[in-house]
């Protein structure tokens, strides 16, 4: 039997509908993750959320599209991640111990010997306990990633002792740990967030700064900065923070996926940390920076005894003493 013209025209549109359905479906059922982090794309940091985003949405065939936006105020990216206006953030822990105060364990000036031990700590049953903490406060706690060891950079002269930084003004980030020794060493500590740094470099409301070489590469800090002292005072971790609820919503697969992405996320972070390390000191001399590498550490560590007195009546002083003594299995 043969079909009218006007039946096939029908037909053919039927199928036709149907295709673009088909086609569709994918797309209609992509799940969105927003991802906010500080500083440039391309950086240390921006590295972890991109790596992130192409393992997990390649593990799950799409089905998720991962959102990355960059926000320089990272008290404002925690808030919004507990309330859950955005799913997850990847953040310096300065600001952190605001919301878990177990973190600021690791804000300890000279606590690491070197960034071996450091990220060996972070990746073991210590780092994971730490990690826990994350939940009671309204925030998954997901996995360490870092900026590195901290620097001072000053616009106003070389730093080569510690009587060198008394009467500098320098921002740091909202952390009481940190201040308190600044403030220990002569300082006048300045907590502001990042996103205000550079003006405040720029119109002298600071002096000084204390950041990664990573960050003041990425961020030209060297215009506005004139020295810069290697005196490697601080391990700077930071950390992936989901909302409970994005994770929970995963099925088991696909939180197994998300968990894959994030230490890609985490090995790609750390990886441009250790590039930006071994050539950044002389990018930042090519620049212009004056650059000392040859501190005595010693005499930083015997300035800050009170503090570390006080942060040892303060603190879970038993878990100082094991990231203190950690050594990798042998």
């Given amino acids: 039997m043969s079909l009218s013209p006007s039946t096939l025209f029908r037909r053919s549109a039927l199928l036709a509908g149907l295709a673009t359905l088909v086609a569709a479906g994918p797309a209609l059922a992509q799940t969105q993750i ?99 903490r994350f939940n009671a406060r309204g925030l998954h706690g997901v996995i360490w990633t870092e900026n590195g060891f901290r620097h001072l950079t000053n616009s106003r002269r070389d730093v080569n002792t510690p009587a060198d930084i008394r009467g500098l003004k320098v921002r740091t980030m909202e952390n009481q740990v940190h201040m308190r020794a600044f403030s220990v060493l002569g300082a006048l500590p300045t907590p502001m967030a990042f996103s205000e740094l550079v003006p405040a470099l720029q119109q002298g409301t600071v002096d000084g700064q204390e950041n990664p070489i990573s960050v003041i590469v ?46 890609a996320a985490q090995a790609a972070n750390r990886a441009r940390v250790t590039a930006d390390e071994a050539s950044g000191v002389e990018e930042l001399r090519r620049r212009g920076m004056t650059v000392i590498t040859t501190v005595n550490t010693a005499a930083f560590q015997e300035a800050l005894a009170p503090a570390f007195a006080e942060w040892e009546r303060t603190m879970d002083a038993a878990t100082l003493r094991r990231i203190r003594d950690w050594r990798p299995a042998q």
């Fill in 34 to 132: 927003t991802i906010h982090h500080a500083l440039p794309p391309n950086s240390h940091t921006g590295a972890g959320p991109i790596a992130f985003k192409e393992t997990f949405e390649r593990l799950t065939n799409n089905r998720y599209r991962i959102v990355i936006q960059r926000n320089d105020n990272e008290r404002e990216m925690i808030e919004s991640v507990q309330i859950g206006t955005i799913d997850c953030t990847f953040t310096s822990t300065g600001p952190v111990g605001n919301f878990v105060p177990e973190v600021r364990i690791f804000d300890v000036p000279f606590l690491f010997r070197d960034t071996a031990h450091a990220r060996g700590v972070l990746d073991s049953e210590i780092g994971q306990q730490v990690l826990a």
């Fill in 218 to 263: 990425a961020n030209n800090l060297n215009q506005v900065q004139r020295y810069m002292t290697l005196t490697n005072h601080v391990y700077s971790p930071a950390v992936m923070i989901c909302n409970p609820g994005t994770t929970q919503r995963l099925n088991a697969a696909d939180r197994a996926h998300f968990m894959t992405a994030a230490r």
